[in-house]
Nanobody, 114 residues
């Protein structure tokens, strides 16, 4: 079993920055991908960013140029640096880890508001 814990969410003004962290623990063996999703109130969960074990990265178009995903394999950690935040980025952000199945964290709230 794998456990994921996110941190780093909070309230920020438009144009501000936040850095989300995700630490993975448990039965982590072999190669795995990591990613971030988000869910805004009243909306479905959506893909934000993904990074493979070898470092191949993809983003949803709405965050390209503003968000940066990274990982530290030695520490089993993933990160999402979010810059130039907009009110529409407000959501609960979830970390995910994919091996032979997909694991999810509990989520961290990000609120972008004046």
């Amino acid at each position: 079993q794998v456990q994921l814990v996110e941190s780093g969410g909070g309230l920020v003004q438009p144009g501000g920055s936040l850095r989300l962290s995700c630490i993975a623990s448990g039965s982590i063996l072999g190669i795995y991908d990591m990613g971030w999703y988000r869910q805004a109130p009243g909306k479905q969960r959506e893909f934000v960013a993904h990074i493979t074990n070898s470092g191949i990265i993809t983003y949803v178009d709405s965050v390209k140029g503003r968000f940066t995903i990274s990982r530290d394999n030695a520490k089993n950690m993933g990160y999402l640096q979010m810059n130039s935040l907009k009110p529409e980025d407000t959501a609960v952000y979830y970390c995910t880890l994919v091996t032979n199945r997909q694991y999810w964290g509990q989520g961290t709230q990000v609120t972008v508001s004046k």
